[in-house]
């Protein structure tokens, strides 16, 4: 996986299979490695396009084990706790020339860390909420999320950010999906649509990614959250500022 980085820290415990350093699942036919020649597209010729979408949902659910499927294929059946926040990068080539990447924020569900201050959700174009089809608590909460993502994130033009709701689990025998309901329940609360998915059985993954990022980039044609650099103040070096790297508090 193309780890993007432990914003607080990753998990407790170990888990050989995720503490590697696996790529991406890179689908780009990269032009500079490529010792195709007649292939090579000129860096220049490719637009890239990123965005940040941020998975969140009650502990548990299968968030991190979503976005370990959809960018490495790989599914561990051990839990390991997210703390704070974890993020990861999928690169897609969406058609010639043009790259999708998705940052993909992974932020703790766990209630011990309470709900994440409104500087995780910023910039990001859409959400994915999860919940467990096993477990009818996670699904209570998906409402509580919801307000949560609404309360701190919004489009340039104020509109909610475009929310997909994933009922993950569905593997397990004592999982039901009662496909009537999540229609109701989406059209009545704003979601753009619903998946019932697996990550341990690799079901619907791709598809509800594709389905999202269809929606990303229709959004992104005339709205997107201010990037950092509208957003940000410039620091400039002046004749004042006698600092310089011989004279580092650190040394
Ligand atoms: N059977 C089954 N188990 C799953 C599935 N997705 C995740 N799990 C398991 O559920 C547990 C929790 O998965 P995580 O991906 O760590 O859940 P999370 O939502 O990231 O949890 P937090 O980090 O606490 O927010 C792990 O044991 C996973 O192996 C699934 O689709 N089917």
Redesign the pocket.
């Known amino acids: 996986m193309n780890k993007g980085g432990d914003i607080f820290a990753k998990e407790f415990d170990t888990d050989p299979d995720f503490s590697d350093n696996t790529n991406t699942t890179n689908i780009i036919s990269n032009n500079k490695n490529n010792n195709n020649s007649n292939n090579e597209i000129d860096d220049a010729d490719v637009e890239k396009h990123l965005y940040k979408v941020l998975l969140i ?1 009650d ?8 976005i370990k499927r959809y960018c490495t294929g790989i ?8 703390i704070g926040v974890d993020f990861s990068v999928k690169d897609i080539e969406w058609e010639k020339n043009k790259i999708v990447s998705l940052q993909l924020w ?1 932020i ?3 209630e011990r860390f309470g709900t994440m201050t409104r500087v995780y959700y910023r910039y990001a174009i859409a959400a994915i909420i ?1 919940f467990d089809l096993s477990r009818p608590s996670t699904f209570d909460a998906v409402t509580k999320w919801r307000e949560d993502v609404n309360s701190k994130v919004v489009l340039a033009n104020q509109e909610p950010i475009p929310v997909l709701l994933l009922a ?5 025998s004592t999982s039901y999906v009662d496909s009537d309901m999540l229609d109701r329940f989406c059209k009545e609360n704003n979601f753009i649509g619903w998946f019932a ?5 690799d079901t619907n993954i791709n598809e509800a990614m594709h389905f999202l990022t269809k929606e990303i980039l229709e959004v992104a044609k005339t709205n997107h959250p201010p990037k950092p650099e509208e957003d940000t103040l410039e620091l400039t070096k002046t004749n004042d500022d006698k600092s310089d790297n011989s004279k580092s508090c650190c040394k």
């Open positions: 949902g502990y548990a659910v299968g968030k991190s084990s979503i599914f561990s059946p051990n839990y390991k706790l997210t992974d703790a569900g766990h999860v993950n689990k569905s593997d397990l998915t697996s990550a341990s059985s």
